[in-house]
């Protein structure tokens, strides 16, 4: 028995999927001054080029099908330019049935369509008759509407431009073959998110809210981007959930960590969930890099080292300014303004990735900041006094 997949919140978010990939492959053909648009004047329009009905169903494309006739009837709607387009198409996860009439219907005349047509209605109008019904069944209203004399020249029109693809590509399959085709220069861990923040972009509140029309340069911008984040040997700076890590900070389950108590000591107790942030994204930047062999023990080191250096030399200076100063509020009042120096100045680069993040930095800070070197010289402090 003929059955749409089962609806429920899981099936239908799996048909919208379905609908925006068929849209990705779409947006791959553009020409630089077209657009797809979603849901407008149908599933998915190209302008100018072609209207495509998308079906994610089971079962089979059979003769009374309402995904064929219903899809017929909705481009023979005054209000759809059919004239716009060059090919219209309906697109369905379905196969003809075995005794569908349908079957080989690209390779038909129009002629030879309005026969096999005139041919299913007449047998649906024969059934009807013969069920001594009184209610005329949807189908056979739905037939009857796209059969209508009085409309033939424009059905005409429409059948010349009418393309079916059945047994199209699964969910999967459908995903699997754009990875392959498209997502080559992706890290494989990563082929997945970048499907996902692509689909997310496509289905974006924002574009919804502007008409659901995406252009080639929007489409070419969010790959670029995407591209930039996630292909092998990258040199974008990875991005971490920086609302996340926010929410599983507990300020009262710190203060036994030492660079917590190097903060207390000078003062910046109001500073601590910020810096335990920023100490959290330096931890999860590197395991990240680490996972993903794009950074090595030996160049985090040097990162550190470099970093270690350019504090002592800089606190060391700033001792010499304050080398007069003996009232302790002062003192920590001195150190807390070094310490908003320290955060506040431009980060440096970490190996060659682009746009290493202030907060990423700051974090080392704090991660120098619990080390125990042997040389007690050599130990990270906020403080401006021995």
Request: net charge negative; glycine share 4%.
């Amino acid at each position: 028995m003929d059955s749409k997949l089962n609806v429920d919140a899981t099936k239908l978010f799996e048909a919208l999927q379905y609908q925006l990939l068929v849209a990705v492959d779409h947006c791959f053909e553009l020409e630089k001054d077209e657009c797809v648009w979603l849901e407008v004047y149908g599933d998915v329009t190209v302008p100018g080029k072609a209207q495509v009905e998308v079906k994610f169903y089971t079962g089979d494309l059979t003769d009374g099908h309402s995904n064929f006739w219903n899809t017929l009837k909705n481009w023979m709607n005054e209000k759809f330019d059919h004239v716009a387009y060059k090919t219209l198409v309906l697109l369905t996860t379905q196969e003809f049935g075995s005794q569908a009439t349908l079957a080989g219907w690209n390779t038909r005349t129009v002629a030879d369509k309005i026969s096999a047509m005139e041919a299913i209605l007449q047998g649906t109008e024969e059934r009807f008759v013969a069920s001594k019904k009184t209610s005329i069944p949807a189908s056979l209203k739905l037939q009857r509407v796209v059969m209508d004399s009085a409309r033939r020249g424009d059905l005409i029109e429409i059948l010349k431009k009418v393309v079916i693809t059945t047994n199209a590509e699964t969910l999967t399959e459908r995903l699997h073959r754009i990875k392959k085709s498209q997502l080559t220069a992706i890290r494989t861990d990563k082929q997945q998110q970048f499907i996902d923040e692509l689909l997310g972009f496509m289905s974006s509140t924002e574009l919804v809210a502007n008409g659901w029309k995406i252009t080639r340069a929007m489409f070419d911008d969010k790959f670029s981007e995407l591209n930039a984040r996630h292909m092998r040997f990258s040199n974008k700076f990875p991005e971490v959930d920086i609302d996340y890590l926010k929410r599983t900070i507990n300020v009262s389950d710190l203060m036994d960590l030492t660079f917590v108590k190097k903060i207390q000591e000078v003062g910046g107790d109001d500073h601590i969930k910020k810096a335990a942030l920023h100490k959290l994204i330096a931890e999860q930047t590197i395991a990240e890099l680490f996972s993903e062999c794009r950074l090595h023990k030996p160049d985090l080191a040097r990162y550190q080292a470099n970093q270690l250096g350019s504090h002592l030399s800089h606190r060391a200076s700033q001792m010499i300014e304050v080398r007069k100063i003996t009232d302790m509020d002062d003192l920590k009042a001195e150190s807390m303004k070094f310490y908003h120096q320290r955060h506040a100045q431009q980060a440096e680069q970490l190996c060659s990735f682009e746009n290493t993040t202030i907060e990423f930095r700051n974090g080392v800070y704090h991660l120098l900041a619990e080390e125990q070197p042997e040389d007690i010289d050599d130990e990270f402090h906020w403080k401006l006094w021995k």
